[in-house]
């Protein structure tokens, strides 16, 4: 009679287990390359990011999250590539990826430093913004604005003007804010004290004063009518005089208490969407 061996030292491990495991076994070894290939990817994103070819880096980074969705450092180079892309738009991108980068990772300064700066971008974007003037009334009705702020902003905060309410800038405040607020009652003093003074020096400070303004109203005349203002004399003399009225117009504007949604609406309302 035919005796089977002991099985003692043979474990008897099921099919079922023996079937989990090596599909355990290939789950893990496909992760492992798509990691590698993730990598591989993102190297090849970065390269292309330092070579300034925007379009495939980002084309190579989005592959690679693709395999790997949470791989922070490809989060914060495809987001970093998306903010020297420059275009509008493309800072909710930096936000998506640069804040889901943070959100991992919080001690990633960089991911931090692009999501401030795709903030900032945004920021830029929905401002609004003066343009640059095409005619003198536009920059006319945007000085007032701000100037008749600036009266605003005294009555508010009455210690900017002082050297206890305010003792580090107290004084560039009368220099470069208070005294051109006063330019324009100045301006007519100098004309009226060098009329009623007498004499030869102070008349002809009077007739220079009186060709100053001849040009400012030469300069006038030529943009009523619709012309171009020609020649730098006329050009300077005129934008200084309706600068000057700004100043006299911001007052106006001030003590008739203009509300701020009246102050701050848009300069240039009839060339506005």
Not at 33 to 41: D, F, N, Q, V
Not at 152 to 171: D, I, R
Not at 180 to 200: E, F, K, M, Q, T
């Amino acid at each position: 009679m035919r005796l089977n061996p002991p099985s003692a030292g043979r474990p008897n491990i099921p099919l079922a287990a023996l079937g989990t495991l090596i599909l355990f076994v290939a789950v893990a070894a496909i992760g492992c390359g798509g990691h590698s290939k993730a990598e591989k990817l993102h190297d090849q994103g970065v390269l292309l990011l330092k070579n300034r070819r925007l379009y495939k880096a980002i084309e190579k980074f989005e592959e690679a999250l693709a395999l790997k969705p949470d791989q922070v450092k490809t989060l914060t180079s495809c987001a970093e590539a998306y903010l020297k892309m420059g275009k509008k738009g493309s800072a909710e991108l930096v936000l998506k990826y640069a804040g889901k980068a943070v959100e991992l990772d919080q001690n990633r300064h960089q991911a931090y430093l692009t999501l401030g700066q795709a903030h900032l971008k945004l920021a830029l974007e929905k401002a609004e913004v003066d343009r640059p003037p095409s005619k003198t009334q536009q920059e006319f009705r945007r000085k007032i604005r701000t100037l008749a702020g600036n009266f605003q902003a005294f009555a508010l905060e009455p210690g900017l003007l002082t050297p206890w309410g305010n003792p580090s800038t107290w004084l560039r405040v009368w220099a470069h804010k208070v005294f051109r607020l006063l330019v324009p009652y100045a301006l007519i003093g100098l004309l009226v004290g060098s009329i009623a003074a007498g004499g030869w020096f102070y008349l002809a400070t009077a007739v220079g004063q009186v060709v100053f303004y001849g040009l400012v109203a030469l300069g006038w005349a030529k943009e009523w009518v619709g012309g171009a203002i020609r020649g730098h004399l006329v050009r300077l003399a005129y934008t200084f005089i309706v600068l000057n009225l700004a100043a006299v117009g911001g007052l106006w504007c001030w003590l008739r208490g203009c509300k701020a949604t009246q102050l701050w609406k848009g300069a240039y309302p009839e060339t506005s969407a």
